[in-house]
């Protein structure tokens, strides 16, 4: 067998055995909270973004093995792999984002999960909703800080809203 061929069923292996792996912690991840008073992030964007990291990470290998040489100069190869990098960073951190969101919703509080997974306890005395196009924004009434999003996309996001109804009125934006 060729090196390149050796190289190309490599890199095959190692993408599959990435998709798997991933696959099967998105599976995981993406269990149905209907019943239970939890808001997360939609499961379509954790499906896409896996396949989005998938495949960066096939067509670096593939840049990688088979058109370092194409570039000519080192310059332009450096450039492309670090456009690639980027763009895996963002989408990385984009599912991680996905993934980490969520809203427990109690009888008198909420918790909400940030992105990095700090956990944060408000009363819904303490809490301003205001209804938007899109969804709800959540302000704290003392200080008026836009505290997170609830997106009309979001799984069981009408949850909330009943939750929230028996403390305080959702007020419309103007």
């Known amino acids: 067998m060729d090196p390149k061929q050796i190289s190309a069923l490599a890199v095959v292996l190692l993408v599959a055995l990435v998709s798997k792996l991933l696959w099967k912690y998105v599976k995981n991840q993406t269990k149905d909270d209907t019943n239970r008073n939890i808001i ?52 990385l951190s984009l599912l991680i984002n996905t993934i980490n969101w969520k809203l427990e919703m109690f009888d008198s509080y909420v918790i909400h999960t940030n992105w990095i997974g700090r956990k944060r306890k408000y009363m819904y005395e303490e809490l301003i909703v205001v209804d938007v196009k899109s969804g709800y924004r959540i302000y704290m009434r003392e200080t008026n800080k836009r505290m997170f999003d609830i997106s009309n996309f979001m799984d069981n996001y009408k949850s909330f809203v009943k939750a929230y109804s028996q403390y305080g009125k959702i007020s419309k934006r103007k």
């Open 40 to 91: 997360k992030q939609p499961t379509a964007y954790i499906k896409v973004l896996s396949i989005v990291i998938v495949g960066l990470i096939f067509v670096t290998l593939y840049l990688l093995i088979f058109e370092l040489d194409a570039f000519g100069d080192i310059g332009g190869a450096i450039a492309g792999m670090t456009t690639i990098g980027l763009l895996f960073l963002f989408a």
